[in-house]
């Protein structure tokens, strides 16, 4: 996913103090992520902002990740 710094809209500090991201999809439908499995990485982002210096945390996440990752590679039909 392709994630920037970005305004929230109706913001009221000046455009150049950035109070938001923007999460772009267009890789993850590329890939073939489904809309359910967006809404499961939308929470894994959650869950990453809000337990940032839990390790143990942060791993489980990352196992959740790379099943998601797994059930869609990105070179389907390369071999190694």
Known sequence: LTVNKNSIPNE????????????????GTTRGITKDEFHEIGQL???TVFNATDDAKLADIR???DVILANHPLYPNMTI
Do not use: E, M
């Not at 009221?12 to 890789?27: D, E, H, L, Q």
């Open 45 to 47: 982002i959650a869950a």
């Open 12 to 27: 009221p500090r000046s455009p150049f103090v950035t109070s938001g991201i923007r999460v772009g999809a267009a890789a």
């Open 63 to 65: 196992k959740k990740v």
